[in-house]
């Protein structure tokens, strides 16, 4: 069972493998779900269940609001209405300005790598060949091994389990809905079986119902998904997979290129070669299948390991490329 909140469940899934961001005057809809999941989370373990309950409480002199608390204070009261109307309060955190976004963001995932819930580490890329010869330097975010694997765990067991199927486990798959990070933890195939279990839901669950009549922000994150969609269709042909992982359309850790010292007999030693190279710049590697074309999970994230060579003037570099697989 997993004991976190839901706001730190959300971040363990969602922010594997993120860049560490730098303060900009942009933020990304993963930090404005991080929000929302703060609000979700005081609804879900009924610390609040309306805004006029809140009120009360906070004309209660005997109880002091923590930080959190004082967060969700300031999403109601944003506009100058108390409304009780779940669309209503989560459409606000989504669309809070960006300075108090950003605050928020800050907040939370500085403090769950204090907690060690989360680490920074060099990003996988800076292993790439491309990226060593020009010396940049980029740091992501790499969420604690044993509290990813039970969040991961709790999540999937809706599928199977019925007692698994809560408000706050459903709150959670809406919110890797809206940023787009279901398909990190579910096949497909499972992301249609979870459509047809909200739907049933929607029947006799008010909370699910008016949880998930709520629209994402804008036509833009729509026209991301198809494009990504689009993307991962192409991935699954043999033609498209070697198209993607050489020119791999807006992410470019789904294509990592590291040069070995030298040819190998076996899969099984050029494996090990790539396996110890980056557990040395810190990663996490577990060996999931080696053959022709070998699994790795790097940092929670599971890879392809094709052999490959880059073509130069002067002569070939063969090595290992990674490539993101696609569930």
Not at 30 to 41: P, W
Not at 46 to 57: L, P, T, V
């Amino acid at each position: 069972m997993c004991n976190l909140s839901l706001t730190r469940r959300f971040a363990l899934i969602s922010f594997n493998g993120e860049r560490v961001k730098k303060t900009t005057s942009f933020t990304s809809l993963k930090e404005r779900c991080m929000v929302t999941a703060l609000l979700l989370d005081f609804i879900v373990c009924k610390k609040i269940i309306s805004a006029q309950e809140y009120d009360c409480r906070k004309q209660d002199s005997a109880l002091e609001l923590n930080e959190y608390e004082k967060a969700v204070s300031d999403i109601w009261k944003a506009n100058g209405t108390n409304s009780d109307s779940l669309s209503n309060l989560v459409s606000r955190s989504l669309n809070m300005p960006v300075k108090e976004i950003n605050k928020f963001y800050k907040k939370l995932i500085d403090g769950m790598v204090s907690e060690k819930l989360m680490d920074i580490i060099p990003s996988l890329l800076e292993c790439d060949l491309y990226y060593q010869t020009s010396g940049v330097k980029i740091n992501e975010y790499r969420s604690d091994d044993l509290q990813y694997q039970n969040t991961v765990n709790e999540l999937r067991k809706m599928i199977v389990e019925e007692d698994a199927i809560t408000d706050e486990n459903i709150s959670l798959v809406w919110l890797l809905k809206q940023s787009g990070d279901l398909s990190k933890i579910f096949t497909l195939e499972e992301v249609h079986q979870i459509d047809e279990m909200i739907k049933e839901l929607c029947n006799k669950n008010n909370f699910v119902e008016a949880l998930f009549a709520i629209k994402g922000k804008g036509s833009f994150p729509r026209t991301w998904k198809a494009i990504l969609t689009y993307k991962k269709e192409l991935a699954k042909t043999p033609i498209g997979s070697g198209i993607v992982s050489r020119i791999p359309i807006l992410v470019r850790s789904e294509s990592i290129f590291i040069e070995t010292e030298r040819m190998f007999p076996d899969s099984w030693e050029r494996v090990e070669d790539v396996k110890n190279r980056l557990e040395s710049n810190g990663h996490i590697c577990k060996v999931k299948a080696v053959g022709g074309v070998s699994f790795m999970e790097i940092d929670h994230v599971l890879y392809e390991l094709v052999p490959d060579a880059v073509v130069m003037k002067v002569m070939n570099i063969h090595g290992v490329r990674l490539r993101r697989h696609v569930k």
